[in-house]
């Protein structure tokens, strides 16, 4: 069983920066394709990136395509969310998540962290 822990969420103000985490422990992250995922307010559950075993693939959402970064340091065992010119509608809660490419890119993957805030103010 793997276990996801999410850190370094926050306010930040409207085009500001911010990097998120996320541990992984139980199995050795390059086990897995990783994933970044939102939820704001009110919404539903939003695919915003994922990243391969390896790193040699990303995929954003176009939504913050240029904006976003996904990396990873599988012998650290860590997956990082770096994020600019961050904007009010990118407040949500962000989550990662562990399984394989197809089940991140179609929203199920079976492992899932428990959450981080990041709040943007205008």
């Known amino acids: 069983q793997v276990q996801l822990v999410e850190s370094g969420g926050g306010l930040v103000q409207s085009g500001g920066s911010l990097r998120l985490s996320c541990a992984v422990s139980?199995?050795?992250?390059?086990?897995?394709?990783m994933g970044w995922f939102r939820q704001a307010p009110g919404k539903g559950r939003e695919f915003v990136g994922a990243?391969?075993?390896?790193?040699?693939?990303?995929l954003y959402a176009d939504s913050v395509k240029g904006r976003f970064t996904i990396s990873r340091d599988n012998a650290k065992n860590t997956v990082y969310l770096q994020m600019s010119s961050l904007k009010p509608e990118d407040t949500a809660v962000y989550y990662c998540?562990?399984?394989?490419?197809?089940?991140?890119?179609?929203?199920?993957?079976?492992?899932w962290g428990q959450g981080t805030q990041v709040t943007v103010s205008s």
């Open positions: 139980g199995r050795t992250s390059s086990s897995y394709t």
């Open positions: 990243i391969s075993r390896f790193g040699t693939t990303t």
């Open positions: 998540a562990a399984d394989a490419w197809i089940t991140i890119t179609t929203a199920t993957p079976n492992y």
